[in-house]
């Protein structure tokens, strides 16, 4: 029973990570219809947001999706501006576009 929480433990974090980086292929073919033009623009306006609130590091959205980068989610800024950015973070929907 320990043996499969410490597993569940380990795993976790792992399983999270390629859940967040959308287990892609790289082929944009695979990855399916583009985003469309109105949910690009509040992912871009989400990454605006964040940088004119403290981290400088956070991207624009790539191929649909909110790549976060190490250096941006290690910044001290981060929390609170994604605090103040939670409406633009709403409009962009899950996933970040």
């Given at each position: 029973m320990r043996r499969r929480i410490l597993d569940a433990l380990v795993t976790a974090p792992f399983?999270?990570?390629?859940?967040?980086?959308?287990?892609?292929?790289?082929?944009?073919?695979?990855?399916?219809?583009?985003?469309s033009a109105d949910s690009r623009e509040k992912a871009?306006?989400?990454?605006?947001?964040m940088r004119d609130n403290g981290v400088e590091a956070y991207p624009d959205p790539e191929?649909?999706?909110?790549?976060?980068?190490?250096?941006a989610g290690e910044d001290p800024d981060f929390k609170a501006a994604e605090e103040k950015c939670q409406k633009e973070s709403a409009a962009a929907g899950p996933g970040g576009s």
């Amino acid at each position: 029973m320990r043996r499969r929480i410490l597993d569940a433990l380990v795993t976790a974090p792992f399983a999270l990570a390629l859940l967040l980086t959308g287990c892609g292929t790289g082929d944009k073919a695979a990855a399916g219809a583009s985003p469309s033009a109105d949910s690009r623009e509040k992912a871009l306006k989400l990454a605006q947001c964040m940088r004119d609130n403290g981290v400088e590091a956070y991207p624009d959205p790539e191929d649909g999706r909110m790549l976060i980068t190490q250096e941006a989610g290690e910044d001290p800024d981060f929390k609170a501006a994604e605090e103040k950015c939670q409406k633009e973070s709403a409009a962009a929907g899950p996933g970040g576009s």
